[in-house]
Nanobody, 117 residues
Framework: QVRLAESGGGLVQAGGSLRLSCTAS????????MGWYRQTPGKQRELVAD???????NYADSVKGRFTISRGNAKNTVDLQMNSLQPEDTAVYYC???????????WGQGIQVTVSS
């Protein structure tokens, strides 16, 4: 069974930093791209950042210059370094992986990030 495990969330003051990590297990295919989405109550899930197998990154305009996404050495792992966090960044963050060449997506359970003012 494919599982995406997220870690690194929590509570932080505005201006602080957190680092999210995602590790996939039970995968038979490479995820391309792989990344992070976030969702707040009453809103649709939105892309935060993703990265291709070749290292090409894509960021939401709201996080450019503050967040950095990177792939780990192991296949289907990804990290999100979040700096200068703001209350507007408060959300449940979901790790996501797309099976290369197919319309097939896998999601993590979600991890809470709360930024207080």
């Amino acid at each position: 069974q494919v599982r995406l495990a997220e870690s690194g969330g929590g509570l932080v003051q505005a201006g602080g930093s957190l680092r999210l990590s995602c590790t996939a297990s039970g995968t038979f295919f490479e995820f391309n791209p792989m990344g992070w989405y976030r969702q707040t109550p009453g809103k649709q899930r939105e892309l935060v950042a993703d990265i291709t197998s070749g290292g090409k990154t894509n960021y939401a305009d709201s996080v450019k210059g503050r967040f950095t996404i990177s792939r780990g050495n192991a296949k289907n792992t990804v990290d999100l370094q979040m700096n200068s966090l703001q209350p507007e960044d408060t959300a449940v963050y979901y790790c996501h992986g797309n099976v290369a060449g197919l319309t097939l997506n896998y999601w993590g359970q979600g991890i809470q990030v709360t930024v207080s003012s």
